[in-house]
């Protein structure tokens, strides 16, 4: 495979459910060895694109590339090369732990068997235990060993970690990171649909946010939150008549003033400077901050 | 001893890209003395379970770490801090810390902190700098 080939690439993608259009011209692109955020509401069409990626949905119009090929026409070669893990996870429920490893190990060319029993003493997992006797936790923590052990190229993430308690969560992000991301480096993608972005914020090198099936931002992390900052100034009367041209959003309480910038910070700055505030701060917006003031490009848009 | 975890700290707010924040900070520790010549720096892996950051952003530190000649790595043992005799000429050296401090400069202005304020804060963190410095190397 030439190294430029981007692991996944979609292009006006389209699917619908009747008369709705879940995903609606979305496109995106994936490089090697980049962890991938994908961010939306509920039903903002994450799982649907998702879907089309593994050939469980066939798309309407457009077309979802991975590794180069078509999961359509190539669905073996495609899937043998990622790993996936759904929000819901089911296993056979009379099977214990280790068969159900055994089970997905049997559909692998490749399984690294020092990390499935390393994961599953870091997990405290019992491999005798039944799969219907697992917690959701737990659940997810096996299906998470399933993914890694192959060391596929890919790992699609879909809502991870949703209804895990916060040390699974935790481990489970610090496993993605250690036992799948240090094997083969620069080399390993992730891309993960998540509604808990604070938590992968270290993780993620780009994102896309998406509305309605439509892609309303793509950015790098880093640029993103170089972009998007909030400004707070307290004056000593209350200001009136502040000009603030281009600022996402002005939120104003007597003396105090909050200010989102969209990549106009030091301009907005220099506005306020003029009017000599008793206090002047300025930070740089999280990724979960990114996601819920991107509504507001919309509108401003 | 390795330079330790809690010294490196990641704060998604300050908007300069992550691999930055940890070449800065694991910079200062090794001109602080947090860190010394020879002493292993936390492996890759580990550091960045550790602060839940991607595996590369700690690798691309690392990277830019051993371009400047703070650390060099070694294969199969790991990075070390690097001999202090910084390897860059003094024009070079003069060069990155005036970019240091133009953003200082800037924040400053931004935070209405006049001329004489700011030296005198200047001078402030200089005597502190010096005084831990002092402090480590008579605790040896």
Known sequence: MNTDTPIIEIQNLSRRYGNLDAVNGLSLTVRVGKCYGFFGRNGAGKTTTIKCLLNLLRPDSGTARVFGLDPQKDEVAVKSRLAYVPDMVAFYPWMTVRDTLEYLASFRKHWNSDIENDLISRFHLDPKQKSSHLSKGQRTQLALIGAICPEPELLVLDEPTSGLDPIVRREFIETVIGAYQSGDPGRR??????????????????????????????????????????????????????????????KQSGREVEILADGNSEQLLEKLKARSPEELRCESLSLEEIFITSSLLKQSA | MSVSFMLLQIDFKSGKPVYLQLVDQIRYAAASGGVRTGEPLPSIRPLAEELRVNRNTVAKAYAELESQGVIETIPGKGCFLKESNSPFTKSARQKILTKEIDEAVVAAHHLQVDRDAFLALVKERLDNFERKVKEKSNND
Not at chain 1, 198 to 217: A, H, P, V, Y
């Open chain 1, 189 to 250: 993608t992730v891309f993960v649909s998540t509604h808990l972005i604070s938590e992968f914020e270290g993780l993620i090198d780009e994102f896309t946010i998406i509305e309605q099936g439509r892609n309303l931002l793509t950015m790098e992390a880093d640029a993103a939150r170089d972009r998007f900052r909030k400004i707070r100034a307290r004056f000593s009367q209350p200001p009136a008549q502040l000009d603030l041209p281009g600022a996402l959003n002005v």
